[in-house]
């Protein structure tokens, strides 16, 4: 599946919402997430999101809807996919996935809601359960990691204790993240189709009629042919006659 | 003047049939020469995945061991040489230890510890031995244990990236590229399960074929075994990708429980510097630290003597059942 990346983009939006809970960290990542997906264009259509989330949130009848009118936003957000053989620009859905997945986690909480909805998606787009599992765990790798950092670069320690230890820790970040994006990688390989021969459907009826008429033509022409002959040689014949 | 008209008719229509027959072999050449080419890129692009496939596969591997050797010399080692200096240890008296069930800690809980102690007192040695990517790889793929219990029999540790060199799958990951006869290193072994080097060779001869093939019956017979080739190099592919897909979640499962495990061992360090070495002495918060640190310590090892492949190079589907088993106690962390 291929997604425009306003709506790919506009999904993230209902995603830091779901919790009913908009932490500015949830939005920072949004933003930096929308910047790095469509550094061209996100910024003019920033705004058009936010209306869009808000009309859709006008059809809340109770509050007891609000998860489904999110994810019917969602739905009608990912309905319009790309032609994946004519269309180049676009967030493959893995890709959209891994990004859920980093909106999610960027207040650092992952919250039963958020978990829900990024399943509707996975479900409701095709994603494979393996798929959603595995990134899920490389992303909590991540974050883990992250953390282990963080509280490294912070520690008291010597550095020349905590250097080699950070140094591992950077190098396991980007393995995990090698790792997911081979996964997503994965996705955007497409195998050269067979090509059908087609059967020249016009080329044979004419060279089947054409048959026809040559076995048709043929003894006639060659009776005539025949004839003539014959005829030419009673001439002549006459002639020598005369 | 009939006759010249009937003689037109009957050129007309003999130089008709002529023509069709001209007009089909033209496009049979041109038919050929379509799907030559086609069954030409197929097949490359096929061979072009699993050749970047398998890269991806060896390096994921070697991530892995490095990994495994980071955390053995790092954090496992670290815990190790700590929980060595206490006394009067008794792990089944920590308060809450019933928690610590989820990180398979048991009775056996201080023998494992202490194989552990033997397990890292082994590991550092072919640490300072120095190891290749060979050996970084076969320590990724292959059961930790059986790799040193080799190494413990007296064979140095720097043998191993020889030993590993000479294993077939190792050489196919390890390889040169499918077109640069990459796959000469694995001379010509079952790799994995012998779905890679018959099919390279057909690939090879089936190219060349293709190129001087002009007869639409052959380019056909080619397509077909073009079919055959490319179903085999996208099983193969399958194979590395679903090895690549499996090491990685291993790494990030071993990322993730050192993450437990180093600044539990960092705790432990405080509460000697505080509480001193009698673990019979400590506070019931003080036990329940180690106590966690030693279970998470023994999961690190038992998520290290997980194979991921077989001798033969094949995926041990085991292991999945072991990263299931090991996850839910992760995830509760």
Redesign the interface.
């Known amino acids: 599946m291929l997604y425009e990346k306003k709506n790919a983009i506009a999904v993230f939006y209902y995603l830091i919402a779901v919790d009913g809970n908009v932490t500015d960290s949830e939005m920072e990542t949004f933003d930096c997430v929308g910047k790095e997906l469509d550094p061209d264009f996100f910024e003019q259509y920033q705004s058009e999101i936010a209306e869009r989330y808000r009309n859709q949130m006008q059809t809340l009848i109770d509050v007891e809807d609000f998860y489904d009118v999110i994810a019917e936003g969602v739905d009608r957000e990912l309905a319009n996919v790309l032609d994946e053989n004519t269309e180049t620009e676009g967030i493959c859905s893995r890709l959209l996935l891994w990004n859920l997945l980093v909106v999610a986690f960027g207040d650092d909480t992952y919250s039963p809601e958020e978990r829900r909805l990024i399943k509707h998606i996975v479900r409701s787009q095709g994603i494979g359960k393996d798929i959603f599992l595995?990134m899920e765990?490389?992303m909590?790798?991540?974050i883990?990691?992250t953390?282990?950092l963080e509280?490294m670069e912070r520690s008291e320690k010597p550095y020349t204790e905590i250097r080699?230890?950070i140094e591992?820790l950077e190098s396991?970040r980007e393995?995990?993240i090698?790792?997911a994006t081979?996964?997503i990688e994965?996705e955007l390989?497409v195998?050269?189709?067979?090509?059908e021969?087609p059967k020249?459907k016009a080329?044979e009826d004419?060279?089947a009629a054409?048959?026809k008429?040559?076995d048709t033509?043929?003894p006639i022409?060659s009776n005539?042919g025949n004839q003539?002959k014959k005829i030419l040689g009673n001439i002549r014949s006459k002639k020598n006659n005369v | 003047m009939p006759?010249p008209l009937?003689?037109i008719?009957?050129a007309a229509?003999?130089g008709?049939?002529g023509i069709?027959?001209s007009?089909?072999a033209g496009?049979d050449q041109m038919?050929a020469k379509?799907?030559n080419l086609?069954s030409e890129?197929?097949i490359e692009?096929?061979a072009s995945?699993l050749d970047v496939l398998r890269k991806?596969c060896g390096?994921?591997l070697e991530?892995l061991g490095a990994?495994k050797f980071?955390v053995l010399g790092?954090s496992l080692k670290d815990f190790v040489d700590t929980f060595s200096q206490l006394k009067n240890v008794d792990l089944s008296d920590s308060v809450g230890i019933q928690e610590l069930e989820k990180f398979h800690i048991d009775k056996q809980a201080s023998v494992e510890i202490g194989e552990l102690g033997n397990f890292v007192a082994t590991l550092t040695t072919g640490i300072a031995t120095g190891v290749t990517g060979g050996a970084l790889a076969a320590f990724g793929a292959y059961s930790a244990v059986a790799t040193f219990a080799t190494a413990s029999t007296g064979t140095a540790i720097g043998t191993l990236s020889g030993a590993a060199a000479t294993n077939a799958t190792l050489a196919f990951f390890g390889g040169g590229s499918l077109a640069s006869g990459g796959l000469g290193m694995a001379g010509g072994t079952m790799v994995l399960g012998g779905l890679v080097a018959g099919p390279a060779l057909l690939v090879m001869g089936l190219i060349a074929s293709n190129k001087a093939g002009k007869s639409?019956e052959n380019a056909?017979a080619s397509?077909e075994e073009?079919?055959v080739v490319?179903n085999q190099l996208?099983n193969a592919s399958f194979q590395c990708?679903s090895i690549?897909?499996r090491t990685?979640?291993f790494?990030?499962?071993l990322?993730?429980l050192?993450?437990?495990l180093?600044?539990l061992v960092f705790d432990m360090k405080d509460i000697i510097k505080k509480e001193g070495v009698d673990y019979s002495q400590y506070s019931a918060e003080s036990k329940k630290i180690v106590a966690r640190a030693a279970s998470v310590a023994v999961t690190i090892k038992n998520v290290i003597d997980t194979p991921i492949l077989s001798e033969n190079g094949e995926l041990v589907e085991e292991s999945a059942d072991s990263y299931n088993k090991f996850?839910p106690s992760v995830?509760k962390e």
């Open positions: 595995e765990q490389l909590k790798a991540n883990a990691v953390h282990e509280t080699p230890i591992e396991r393995v995990i090698k790792s081979a996964l994965d390989y195998p050269v189709n067979k090509v021969i020249n080329l004419t060279k054409v048959g008429v040559a033509v043929s022409a005539i003539t | 006759l009937v003689f008719g009957i229509a003999t008709a049939t069709g027959s007009v089909k496009v038919h379509k799907l086609n890129e197929r692009k096929a995945r991806q390096e994921s991530s990994e980071a790092g639409l056909l397509a073009a079919d490319c996208e990708m690549r897909r990685y979640m790494y990030s499962l990322a993730r050192d993450s437990f180093l600044p996850l995830d």
